[in-house]
């Protein structure tokens, strides 16, 4: 059984604590508008610590996690699963607010997260532009 990395453990733990604290208030607040700045500054924070880690372990370690043993494919198809739920909520208004799809799409697809934070944030953005009501 591997190791458990303290550094490696606080890092997993301060992620479900970020994740707790914005499911909090996005259910706290439903009618609250999308947040612009923080769509983008997540985006560019979880782009640059993936870079960072892409660059000192490279992409092989991401294939070897997700197929070492059913715990890895489940994770993976986890994370799939999110973001799909996660593009079938958003594509709508994002086609509703004029975004083209495909590029985004792509881009979510190459990125996951990464680029659903920067759609999101480009959402937010020409909804507020136009004055759209928020959405619950």
């Avoid at 604290?21 to 996005?26: E, F, R």
């Avoid at 706290?28 to 924070?45: E, T």
């Avoid at 979510?108 to 532009?129: C, K, Y």
Wanted: hydrophobic share 60%; net charge positive.
């Amino acid at each position: 059984m591997p190791e458990i990395q303290p550094p490696l453990l606080a890092l997993a733990i301060g992620g479900l604590a970020c994740a707790v604290i914005g499911i909090l208030a996005a259910a706290l607040r439903p009618g609250a508008r999308g947040n612009v700045v923080l769509g983008v500054v997540l985006s560019v924070a979880f782009g640059t610590y993936t870079a960072i880690t892409i660059a000192r372990e490279g992409v092989m370690p991401v294939i070897v996690n997700h197929t070492a043993n059913l715990w890895g494919v489940q994770v993976w198809w986890d994370l799939l699963s999110a973001l799909t739920i996660a593009m079938v909520l958003i594509a709508p208004r994002a086609k509703a607010a004029g975004m083209n799809l495909l590029p985004w799409t792509l881009f979510v697809l190459a990125t996951a997260s990464i680029g659903l934070f920067a759609m999101a944030a480009r959402l937010f953005w020409l909804e507020q532009a136009r004055g759209e009501p928020a959405t619950a």
